[in-house]
């Protein structure tokens, strides 16, 4: 079986922490980061904002990501092999590519690919918080998060919705993060469907606590905590669906 699972969103909400977290602990998984496939600088347009279009879908080499989909989807073993991931055989036969970006419903080859779609978010003030706190390759300009982050992100999410492309509900932060924390993140409901990827167990020192709260409503099956230090040890955080 071969699943696709998108983890979309707006800018800083913690996408690449959960696809790197659910890389780390899934077997047979592979990740594919849309900000790898950013144009070089000096095809970025500026805008009538008076920014650079760093946030707009035609910065992106979409094909050549639309590529590496497909060159997943020919060959999954090949391809985990291809990119340092040791397949393992004794896993349930099934492979998982984490598709992670802020455009990921936006280019329409991509849509029906996705075995579930999810998408992230976190408030208006948190965002900007974060994105103050990052370092980019090309910094901010002043400005940049009001003037031309934050649009695109609305413009392009009202596109998505009026699309119809359906994803899981929203994850999203129950309260504000305190600077220098973990992000405590939650699911407001059980999503209508999951995915069947079977049992799994996933050593606690490679997820981060942060991102627990939202595997039930990324997976179905029996996952488990497996404590190293006490391998009798087995703390269930997921009960087999009915």
Same mark, same amino acid.
């Given at each position: 079986m071969?699943?696709?699972v998108g983890i979309g969103g707006m800018t800083n909400g913690g996408k690449t922490t959960l696809a790197n977290g659910l890389h780390r602990s899934l077997p047979n998984c592979c990740v594919i980061h849309q900000d790898d496939f950013f144009k070089p600088q000096d095809q970025i347009a500026v805008g009538e904002d008076g920014f650079k279009q760093w946030d707009v879908l035609e910065s992106l080499d979409m094909e050549a990501m639309l590529s590496t989909?497909?060159?997943?989807?020919?060959? @999954? *073993?090949?391809?985990?092999?291809?990119h340092g991931v040791n397949v393992q055989p004794g896993a349930p036969d099934t492979h998982i590519l984490l598709l992670e970006g802020?455009? %990921? =419903? !936006? =280019?329409? @080859?991509?849509?029906?690919l996705y075995s579930r779609r999810y998408f992230l978010t976190v408030p208006y003030e948190e965002c900007k918080w974060r994105r103050s706190t990052?370092?980019?390759t090309v910094p901010d300009p002043p400005g940049l998060f009001d003037g031309h982050v934050w649009p695109m992100y609305q413009k392009y999410k009202r596109e998505m919705e009026a699309h119809g492309v359906d994803v899981g509900k929203s994850l999203s932060r129950t309260r504000p993060a305190r600077r220098g924390s973990e @992000?405590?993140?939650?699911?407001?409901?059980?999503? !209508?469907?999951? %995915?069947?990827l079977g049992n799994l167990e996933v050593p606690p020192e490679v997820l981060p606590q942060s991102l627990l709260p939202l595997i039930p409503s990324v997976f179905s099956g !029996?996952?488990?905590?497996?404590s190293a230090a006490s391998p009798a040890r087995v703390t269930s955080l997921l009960e *087999?669906? *009915?």
């Open positions: 071969k699943l696709i989909v497909r060159a997943w989807l020919s060959n @999954p *073993q090949k391809f985990a092999r291809a802020f455009l %990921l =419903y !936006s =280019y329409e @080859p991509l849509v029906d990052r370092t980019y @992000p405590s993140l939650s699911h407001p409901s059980a999503l !209508s469907s999951a %995915l069947p !029996s996952l488990t905590l497996r *087999q669906p *009915q």
